[in-house]
């Protein structure tokens, strides 16, 4: 049976919908899996969602809201979802809890990270002197290279050190809190800024600060994360 993958969505105010880019779908549906999509709404209804799917995709989208992350300041000029932020933790904690396979992109790396109690950074071009850009500007992502940790999920997936991804985030991965040993950071762009986290256990749950379901040339082209995620999730 194809494994059930629950992929969280935004509410787009201006349009009164809950919204989510294509390639999500696509890239679900080409690894095997039946997308069901989450819509953000009551945390009260984390449980009835984890207890039908194999697996939790987090997507990206606005940023986290300080009130719910430790390490950050608002920013002017960005937008924020705290209705989203404390749904998408709870959902989070959860399947965490449970063991349930997870796959973060982008803002869901950050939900992971934060999650856990660990602090993101608030704009990346603050402690990077600009030796990567992360986003070219608000409406146009980058280009750039990461460097994999040899033997962690995501090297395993793409079968190589070094790969050049989609990259259209300014909210970054700060340093764990003190004492807080269960994630590793599995792989870095070229300014050593952290790029993709692991969680240190049984349990299948990784999050990427790059954009995997972002179109590529080719229609068919199956993202090897994506599949080895929606592999992780049929596996139980």
């Not at 300014?170 to 807080?180: F, N, V, Y």
Request: aromatic residues 6%; hydrophobic residues 35%.
């Amino acid at each position: 049976m194809k494994p059930l993958i629950g992929i969280t969505s935004r509410f787009r105010t201006a349009m009164q919908s809950h919204a989510l880019h294509r390639g999500y779908v696509d890239q679900v549906v080409r690894a095997g899996g039946v997308p069901i999509i989450i819509p953000c709404i009551d945390e009260n209804l984390c449980d009835p969602f984890l207890s039908r799917i194999d697996g939790l995709l987090l997507t990206g989208g606005e940023d986290m809201d300080p009130a719910y992350c430790t390490g950050t300041t608002r920013q002017d000029g960005y937008q924020y979802h705290p209705t989203r932020d404390a749904f998408e933790l709870s959902l989070t904690t959860a399947a965490l809890a449970a063991g349930l396979p997870t796959l973060g992109v982008c803002r869901g790396c950050q939900v992971l990270y934060a999650a856990t109690g660990n602090p993101l950074i608030s704009h990346v071009p603050d402690v990077n002197d600009g030796l990567v850009d992360h986003r070219k500007s608000l409406s146009e992502p980058s280009r750039h290279s990461v460097t994999l940790t040899g033997g962690s999920t995501v090297a395993r997936a793409y079968r190589q050190r070094s790969i050049d991804v989609t990259s259209y985030h300014h909210q970054g991965l700060g340093e764990p809190a003190a004492g807080d040993y269960r994630w590793r950071v599995t792989a870095r762009s070229d300014d050593s800024l952290g790029e993709a986290i692991e969680h240190v256990g049984d349990a299948w749950a990784v999050g990427v600060l790059w954009h995997p379901e972002l179109p590529v040339p080719g229609d068919d082209f199956q993202d090897p994360l994506v599949a080895a995620f929606v592999a992780a999730a049929g596996a139980g």
